[in-house]
């Protein structure tokens, strides 16, 4: 294999067409095949010309069937030439062999009657309800019980480097019209061998306000939280979501519903 044959294997996209200017917000590219990577995601052109490198920020996902890929605006030195390659950076290349995504999917079931719900409540996971009054309202990077970790966690960290990427899924509730539900999610830390209490650290918070249908959707997409500080994992974080309401219903029962997909990745 020639060392051209190498790069143009190793590279996300070959240019199919040379810039005529130089600056840029995008390059005419080779077919591709699958889809490689997603907006905000950092990659880096190689001009075929001189070996120039100049780092690019995708403002659209770069999928199978593309040819062309969409960056924030950059400068060139020289025009990029016909066969210029774009690489991933090394950093995120041997983290995307070595890291291995994973879901974890979830449904919680929020019966709601005239308790008091404007305090955060747990879901206990072997049954999914969120039934488990606080009697607080979480605040976030404040201490709370150590057996939180252990009681109300849905997710435990596992191998190293592990990272929540996305949480998404749908929500519906027949609570009455107007009243706001929060759905969030935290990490907390879980002490061995002692009792010492551990902040809880928000990682993300939607809310929803119902209209009084239970067969109106609601989405929870809180997007790529991947470079959040709170999505990155030690070795005794776990994952707990809590819910809320703004107000305290009356009396009758009512519930809330919602059925979530965790993305995360881990190195074994």
């Known amino acids: 294999m020639s060392l051209l044959n190498y790069f143009r294997n190793e590279s996300v996209a070959t240019i199919a067409q040379a810039t005529d200017d130089f600056t840029i917000t995008g390059l005419e590219i080779e077919t591709c095949p699958t889809r ?20 690019l920020t995708l403002t659209a996902p770069l999928k199978g069937g593309d040819t062309s890929i969409s960056f924030s605006s950059i400068t060139t030195d020289s025009l990029i030439l016909i066969g210029s390659i774009i690489i991933f950076p090394q950093n995120e290349k041997w983290d995307k062999i070595t890291n291995t995504f994973h879901s974890r999917h979830v449904t919680f079931n929020f019966p709601v009657n005239s308790r008091t719900r404007t305090r955060d409540f747990f879901s206990l996971p072997y049954n999914d309800n969120f039934t488990v009054e606080t ?67 928000l990682i993300d918070t939607q809310s929803f306000t119902s209209v009084a249908d239970l067969e109106h959707g609601f989405e929870y997409d809180s997007g790529d939280i991947s470079a959040a500080s709170n999505s990155s994992f030690a070795t005794t974080d776990n994952l707990i979501p809590s819910i809320s309401m703004n107000t305290t219903p009356g009396s009758g029962n009512f519930y809330v519903y919602a059925n979530m997909e965790i993305i995360y990745s881990n190195t074994h």
């Open 36 to 55: 490689i990577a997603e907006t905000g995601q950092n990659l880096v052109i190689i001009n075929r010309l001189n070996g120039e490198q100049y780092p």
């Open 135 to 201: 009697s607080v309202t979480i605040a976030d990077g404040s201490n709370y019980d150590n057996s939180w970790a252990a009681l109300y966690s849905i997710l435990n960290q596992t191998g190293s480097n592990f990272v929540i990427h996305k949480i998404r899924g749908n929500v519906v509730t027949d609570l009455a019209s107007g009243v706001v539900t929060k759905l969030q999610f935290w990490k907390k830390a879980f002490t061995v061998g002692a009792t010492t209490q551990t902040a809880m650290n």
